[in-house]
């Protein structure tokens, strides 16, 4: 090939026979990945086309996620599904359960499909999804359709796994790192901007009577509107989709890693720690299953969080809660979303570089306990110092959660070679999943039961709750130190 000889010639020293092997290995003219490969070698910049579309993708997939919460309590009373006022957290967990217990069951198909076939199918599949299914969400009239339409938007959201690893593979070596932080962040973005959205539309006709009437398709499916914009967010994503080159090697001859860079250091130095290639089982790598384990926890807390939060914040005053409208949450996610950004840019590259990995999850998980024990003593407050409060509380939470996902993505995807990476993100997906979904269902009964024992002597009320979430935090804590925490050589 042409392209060799450049390299072949011009090299004095026994490293000279390495690199025309390498690039008439990875050089193929038919091969999607090699020509990334090679664009990335020759481009030495950051690719902004490629994780621009990304990131659009990334936000719009995950939009859906958190988008019902502000809305759920009501959506919930309205389908009269529960036969109390206190039964409606109980029926509300496994709704915001089931779009997790979905994806649990399909994440390791789609990281499968996304190694054989490509990553870019399995984004397209998953906007689909999106377009489809939160749109006949917004138009539930029964529990059992809203139940089945958030199960059947999990079961196609396979693009958590692949979208990690494309992120890494579009990038040169020196700025995956950078990649994943801006797709953690895109997400997290997304997961406030949703409910947001939610906050701001949903019952649009007892919010705006001058522009949507009562008898208007908003009027009788009061929920729709927020899922319908979210669904033409998803249509603009999935043509952005078109832009993006596929970056699975097709070509039997294949060298596992990502990138010539890392092939080439690991035939020169020695001393390189070696990537894991799946030759001895998923589940003896210690570094990958600890990492795995622990942001499953961290996930759980997570997730419950957001289910507590927004039907607390919704909740009678009487029951020890904030008596806020579905706009008040919105306006506090919104809010906690725009922080969350100037965060992600201007503060948390350099508490990473300043931080190692783990002890920083360590500094984060421990400052959480005082910030959810304080949530119980907020109903205390009213006007702008409630407002205030709340909103900060929410931003500190919110950035604490994006911290420690970015970093179990790094250590996750820095654990293996590309061959396995979208699997092993499924994989991981799957847990992390299985554990979300049982964590709203868990908070949502907890809750309920909560609202029953306002009087209670021993964590009355919501009191109750805030401790739950804080017991699982201190189990994330103690998972990380050793001996359940398996470390690698890697430095971040």
């Not at 649990?104 to 076939?117: F, N, T």
């Not at 979208?163 to 932080?181: D, F, G």
């Not at 931003?395 to 996902?405: E, G, H, P, Q, R």
Request: proline share 5%; with cysteine.
């Amino acid at each position: 090939m042409s392209d060799d000889a450049p390299g072949g010639g011009g090299s004095s020293s026994g490293g000279g026979a390495v690199e025309p092997l390498l690039k008439r290995s990875r050089y193929h003219p038919n091969c999607p990945g090699c020509r990334v490969d090679r664009r990335k070698e020759e481009r030495e910049g950051f690719p902004f086309t490629e994780l621009s579309c990304m990131w659009l993708v990334t936000i719009c997939s995950s939009l859906p996620l958190h988008s019902l919460f502000p809305f759920l309590y009501f959506m919930i009373r309205d389908l009269h599904i529960a036969k109390k006022e206190e039964d409606i957290g109980f029926y509300a967990g496994f709704v915001g359960g089931s779009y997790m217990f979905g994806r649990a069951l399909s994440s390791v198909i789609w990281g499968v499909v996304a190694d054989k076939y490509g990553r870019k199918p399995v984004l397209v599949i998953t906007l689909f999804s999106v377009i489809i299914f939160n749109t006949l969400f917004g138009l539930s009239s029964s529990y059992w359709m809203a139940l089945a339409t958030r199960g059947l938007l999990g079961l196609f959201s396979g693009v958590l796994g692949p979208i990690k690893a494309y992120a890494t593979e579009v990038s040169r070596k020196e700025h995956s790192h950078l990649a994943l932080s801006l797709i953690s962040s895109s997400r997290g973005i997304g997961l406030i901007v949703g409910p947001a959205i939610a906050g701001y539309l949903a019952q649009p006709a007892d919010k705006y009577p001058g522009i949507f009437s009562q008898n208007s398709i908003f009027g009788r499916f009061p929920y729709f509107l927020p899922c319908l914009c979210i669904s033409l967010l998803a249509i603009a994503a999935l043509v952005a989709c078109f832009w993006l080159p596929e970056t699975l090697h097709k070509h039997k001859d294949t060298i596992s890693n990502n990138s010539v860079e890392a092939a080439e250091e690991s035939l020169s130095d020695p001393n390189a720690e070696e990537t894991f290639d799946g030759s001895l089982g998923l589940f003896t790598h210690g570094p990958l299953i600890s990492a795995i384990t622990v942001y499953c926890i961290f996930s759980l807390q997570d997730m419950a969080y957001a289910e507590v939060f927004s039907l607390w914040a919704v909740s009678d005053r009487k029951y020890g809660g904030l008596s806020f409208s579905s706009q008040d949450v919105g306006s506090i996610l919104s809010t906690s979303g725009l922080f969350l950004l100037i965060y992600q840019i201007l503060i948390f590259p350099w508490v990473a570089k300043s931080i190692e990995p783990i002890a920083l999850v360590r500094t984060i998980a421990i400052l959480t306990i005082p910030l959810l024990s304080s949530y119980s003593f907020m109903p205390a407050l009213s006007g702008f110092s409630l407002q205030l409060v709340v909103n900060c509380a929410s931003f500190l939470k919110n950035a604490f959660s994006v911290t420690t996902i970015i970093v179990f993505n790094i250590l996750m995807n820095d654990a293996v070679s590309q061959n396995l990476r979208a699997s092993v993100n499924g994989f991981s997906v799957t847990l992390m999943s299985i554990f979300k979904a049982i964590g709203p269902a868990i908070a949502g009964v907890i809750f309920s039961w909560a609202q029953r024992r306002q009087t209670a002597i021993f964590l009355p009320g919501d009191h109750l709750v805030f401790f739950m979430l804080n017991v699982v935090t201190v189990v994330g804590i103690t998972l990380t130190f050793r001996p359940f925490f398996a470390r690698s050589g890697t430095k971040h």
